[in-house]
């Protein structure tokens, strides 16, 4: 019963496609005028062609319309594929911008100490934590560093060697807990003592120790190394002060120091192996 109701279906889709064919036929002849049949078959077959001519150009719009999906498909995966490629130039050219500009530092450093000997090393490894109050470098021994050596970046000091071996050294920095430095207020020339504790190691910061209260630091001073404690020679950039608090014992105070070098991002250093005096 479904084949029969489907052919009458297919019988009269062909007996209207025939009319359709023949009155296009007869439209397209060139007469002046058509007889009253033709006219009569023309009323009645036009709207149906109409319909048809519409459908068809549904048809054809429809599947058309997959083809532009299926293109600006293709199209966006060339433009996703093009916007990674140069995020990742954008990345390498900031990172290669960033390493020039630490390598003209430590350049600039080396011609400003022109009679200091140093050797060039790069950070392999660091303690836990955010900051560089303690990591290794891929020098050592063999490449003439010693303990007690001072070592710094083109910013200032960071601190000194504490363990040595033939291809490596650790660094103590001026932040950590451990560490203690001499220094000297650039503007008064007052000697005082540089170091750190746990508090301020997790902050990446240093205090100022050991200043008469009659001293008159103020925020915004310039500490550099004093040369005494026969570790750091004189006149290694330190920090500046960031605040001056009162000490405990109310005879002296102490500021709190905010380091010259970055400490959370060290990746280039300077290990000093001779002095200008050797």
């Known amino acids: ?164 071996g033939t291809g490596y050294a650790k660094v103590l920095s001026i932040i950590d807990a451990n560490s203690s430095t001499g220094a000297i207020v650039a503007r008064t020339r007052d000697v005082a003592v540089v170091e750190s504790d746990v508090e301020l190691q997790q902050q990446g910061l240093c205090k100022m120790t050991y200043i008469g209260k009659s001293a008159s630091v103020i925020p915004g001073d310039i500490i550099e190394t004093s040369g005494l404690g026969g570790i750091y020679p004189k006149g290694l950039l330190v920090g500046k002060v960031r605040e001056i608090r009162p000490a405990t014992a109310a005879i002296s105070q102490y500021a709190i120091v905010e380091p010259a070098a970055d400490f959370e991002r060290i990746s280039e250093v300077l290990v000093i192996t001779g002095y200008p005096a050797e």
């Open 1 to 164: 019963m479904r084949d029969l109701f489907t052919n009458k279906y297919v019988i009269l889709l062909l007996v209207v496609t025939v009319v359709l064919l023949i009155m296009t036929a007869m439209f397209t002849l060139d007469r002046q005028s058509v007889t009253f049949g033709e006219d009569l078959v023309a009323t009645v077959v036009t709207p149906f062609q109409a319909l048809f001519d519409t459908v068809a150009d549904g048809v054809e719009h429809f599947f058309g319309y997959f083809g532009d999906i299926d293109a600006v498909r293709q199209q966006n995966g060339l433009l996703k594929t093009e916007v990674n490629t140069l995020s990742d130039t954008v990345r390498q050219l900031e990172q290669y911008k960033l390493e020039n500009e630490r390598l003209r530092s430590l350049l600039g450093l080396k011609e400003r100490m022109a009679g200091y000997t140093m050797v060039s090393a790069e950070v392999i490894a660091k303690d836990t934590g955010s900051w560089y109050s303690a990591f290794t470098i891929d020098k050592g021994a063999k490449d003439g560093l010693a303990m007690r050596q001072a070592v710094v970046t083109g910013d200032g000091l960071v601190g000194h060697i504490y363990e040595i």
